[in-house]
């Protein structure tokens, strides 16, 4: 099994080479790929150096297995041919083919099958806060068909990748050094003390990008009619997600179903003791596998609705663990 990450020095990518050291996925070879900045640096994987590729078009993938790509769009859709033509598999962490018919959209606790019919060779990951909300309202899907969201999403800098973590904590230096931020390149405001209703471009209905994500990418990985209306908003925390979800299901159900359909639920961690000051935090769900979730009480605003409030570390859930989890299951399943 030959394995590639391309983006290899990226925030994905580096904690992509966690992730596979950690879970001892089962490669025999490792190849890195970067953009011109990148290539030649060197990062160790189980006490081997490994030294970035210069990605390029050729015939580098030709031995190789699965392809964790995490360049963003466009180098993905430039890549894809180079990647996929000799039969690798690319695991694609960008948005670029997520709602193509032809290109299965996968969270592996719900509808891991999909991945087994990919004719393009490409399996997309979702969007951090799609995957992040859909691992705890899919099992809530199960008591009672859920109709429709309402969500707002308070997304940590590490959203915005690595660069985007060092600007908050330069911004933050700078406010108590000099009262002021000089530093502003990866967000469209400062950071630092401050919260942004806004991540992505605007579309043309006045939601952004981001937030179409939320109710496209619901629909394909669900199956599901579900109508998700989000608002998403950048915060200053450095690293994990949080979001707060009002539901509405088809038929009522009770705190109660949801909490033992929660405790049972894959990749999801129930935290909900509020009178104790119990529940899920960022700062607490960073670096962690699983989602985390509590606040759950019935909505006052909605005979058949219900609210809860999760958080979840979004480089790995929202990111490279789910892409494992991908690559995890093709190998069960005989790649
Ligand atoms: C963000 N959704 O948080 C992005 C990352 N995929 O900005």
């Known amino acids: 099994m030959r394995v590639a990450i391309v983006g290899a020095s990226g925030a ?10 950690e879970r001892n996925f ?3 070879d490792l190849v890195l790929f970067g953009s011109e900045r990148s290539a030649g640096k060197k990062y160790s994987f189980k006490d081997k150096q490994y030294e970035v590729k210069l990605l390029q078009h050729n015939d580098d993938f030709k031995d190789v297995d699965i392809a964790f790509t995490s360049a963003g769009a466009s180098t993905s859709k430039e890549f894809l041919e ?6 690798t598999v690319m695991i694609d962490n960008s948005s670029a083919f997520r709602m193509d018919d032809d290109v299965p959209l996968v969270v592996p606790e719900i509808n891991a099958e999909d991945a087994l019919t990919r004719p393009r060779g490409v399996i997309a990951n979702p969007n951090c806060t799609t995957i992040m909300m859909v691992v705890v309202l899919n099992p809530i899907n199960k008591l009672s068909p859920i109709k429709k969201v309402h969500v707002s999403s308070y997304q940590s800098a590490s959203g915005a990748g690595a660069a985007a973590m060092q600007e908050l904590q330069q911004q933050y230096k700078e406010m108590l050094e000099d009262g002021k931020v000089s530093t502003i390149n990866k967000f469209p405001h400062q950071l630092a003390y401050n ?3 806004q991540i992505d471009k605007m579309t043309e209905n006045d939601y952004t990008k981001e937030e ?5 990418e619901t629909r394909k990985i669900m199956h599901s009619d579900i109508r998700t209306s989000a608002t998403c908003v950048r915060v200053s925390s450095l690293r994990s997600h949080s979001e707060s979800v009002w539901f509405e299901t088809e038929q009522p159900i009770s705190v109660n179903q949801i909490r033992e359909a929660l405790k049972k639920a894959p990749g999801v961690t129930l935290v909900d003791d509020p009178q104790n000051y119990v529940y899920p935090m960022p700062l607490e769900s960073a670096g962690k596998d699983d989602i985390y979730v509590g606040r759950i009480r019935k909505d006052l605003a909605s005979d058949n609705g219900n609210t809860l409030w999760l958080t979840g570390d979004q480089i790995r859930k929202g ?3 789910n892409a494992v989890q991908i690559g995890e299951y093709l190998i069960q399943n005989g790649i």
């Open 212 to 216: 179409m994500k939320m109710y496209d």
């Open 195 to 197: 919260v942004i209703p």
């Open 12 to 21: 994905v990518g580096q904690e992509l080479l966690r992730i596979l050291a």
């Open 26 to 28: 089962p490669l025999d």
């Open 319 to 321: 990111a490279a663990l």
């Open 82 to 87: 180079t990647i996929t033509k000799h039969g």
